[in-house]
């Protein structure tokens, strides 16, 4: 079922108008898309970002990050991040960290954080997440370490595999 809408004004500056009709342009969407997206961007993560000091880094300093470290440190590294970061994240936003709230992180972090594409299945008692990204196997340790660590956190023991292009999550979720 689509989400109710409502009608509203807002006044701007020309030029943040100009801005946004060229971007919309650029993108061939409409401004009325263009802005939803921008105020989602907004209510569904940078606002709750900003709260728990979520800093951004281009991918390409995140690789060279990654690739002056070994697969262990990188692995430890992960797991550290995976237990705090990721918990006061969602806290802030959800109240609480349960598998629907970790689910949802996970989405979000993919669509306004940029960290991974996010694609999940449900097949019978099974819920699986494909994280792809293209930052190589490096990136894939620290991801699958990650998500292991932040599932721990909520008693999941999920099976994770990965390639070095993407993580494979699959979690056995009782009904």
């Not at 100009?18 to 650029?26: I, P, S, T």
């Not at 995140?62 to 990721?86: C, H, R, S």
């Not at 969602?90 to 970790?102: C, D, F, M, Q």
């Not at 996010?118 to 990204?133: A, C, K, P, Q, R």
Request: negative net charge; charged residues 25%.
């Amino acid at each position: 079922m689509p989400e109710k809408t409502v009608a509203v004004s807002i006044r701007t500056s020309e030029k943040v108008y100009a801005e946004l009709q060229k971007e919309a342009k650029e993108h061939d969407e409409s401004l009325n898309t263009l802005v939803n997206q921008i105020l989602r961007f907004e209510t569904e993560f940078a606002n709750t970002a900003r709260k728990v000091g979520t800093q951004a880094i281009s991918k390409s300093t995140y690789k060279e990050l990654l690739d002056v470290m070994d697969e262990e440190t990188v692995a430890a590294a992960a797991y550290k991040a995976g237990i705090n970061a990721p918990k006061n994240f969602i806290e802030s936003k959800h109240g609480e960290v349960n598998l629907r709230t970790v689910l949802d992180f996970l989405r979000v972090t993919a669509i306004y954080g940029r960290c991974w594409d996010y694609n999940e299945t449900i097949h019978g008692n099974t819920t699986t997440l494909v994280l792809s990204h293209t930052l190589g196997r490096k990136y894939s340790v620290f991801v699958s370490n990650y998500v292991m660590s932040l599932f721990a956190s909520i008693r999941i023991e999920p099976k994770v595999s990965m390639s070095d292009s993407s993580v494979i999550v699959e979690l056995l979720v009782s009904e």
